[in-house]
């Protein structure tokens, strides 16, 4: 099973909702990442999780919260957004955290489209 | 930021002609990647080129890399429509902590 799943496919929300994104995989990879994509943009790394311990924060603002329960699962809560958060929510995997192994490879889920009115 | 950018920004050719594109950085890396992205879907990893290579195949896929221009290219020959996507590269500095992706090239491939 080589594959990253997320859900949901997309995600509308309001200021004040309070809602999560979800990331799941099953290869035994050992670091688990959150990108953000804008449209026509590359991908922006947010959050890295090595051995389900997170050890880069890009500066993100603190109405994104990252959480690894498992090694296999990655959420991403969220609350109080703005619409300038509206984006692409993509979670990947690599076999190693970086600076390891195969670290460099890293395999995405489909990723969630959110729109925040 | 990134440091990536790449050119053309945008491509548009006839099924079976190759398509080129071109990326540039600005530090010193370990290792440089390309990767597919088809429109609104995650990024698939097509190849990797380590910093101590200058030419990796793949299938249809070539990859050259000039550490001492910093920059590589990704040639796709016997172009297909279903290669229509954006194609980004990816640099891993030598710190090791991060990828770094380029501006991405939008490729079209018209039947």
């Known amino acids: 099973d080589t594959e990253v799943t997320q859900t949901p496919k997309h995600l509308v929300m309001g200021m004040t909702n309070k809602k999560s994104l979800k990331c799941e995989q099953h290869m035994g990879h050992r670091a688990m990442y959150w990108y953000k994509q804008k449209a026509k943009k590359p991908p922006e790394l947010m959050f890295v999780?090595?051995?389900?311990?997170?050890?880069i924060n890009e500066s993100v603002p603190s109405r994104f919260s990252p959480e690894c329960p498992n090694s296999s699962l990655l959420n991403l809560h969220l609350h109080a957004l703005q619409p300038e958060d509206s984006a692409l929510y993509l979670c990947?995997?690599?076999?190693?955290?970086?600076?390891?192994?195969?670290?460099?490879?890293?395999?995405f889920g489909p990723g969630t489209r959110l729109l925040v009115l | 930021s990134q440091q990536g950018e790449e050119d053309p920004q945008a491509l548009s050719i006839q099924e079976g002609e190759n398509a080129t594109m071109n990326c540039s950085y600005k530090?010193?890396?370990?290792?440089l990647q390309w990767y597919r992205q088809n429109s609104g879907r995650g990024l698939v990893h097509l190849i990797l080129?380590?910093?101590?290579?200058r030419e990796k195949h793949s299938g249809r896929l070539r990859v050259t890399l000039d550490t001492s221009k910093k920059s590589s290219s990704l040639l796709i020959t016997a172009s297909r429509a279903a290669d229509t996507a954006s194609y980004f590269c990816a640099t891993e500095e030598t710190s090791g902590s991060r990828l770094t992706f380029g501006e991405g090239t939008q490729l079209t491939v018209n039947p």
């Open positions: 999780y090595s051995y389900e311990k997170l050890s």
């Open positions: 990947a995997s690599s076999q190693e955290p970086p600076g390891g192994l195969n670290w460099e490879t890293q395999y």
């Open positions: 080129i380590r910093s101590n290579e």
């Open positions: 530090t010193s890396i370990n290792n």
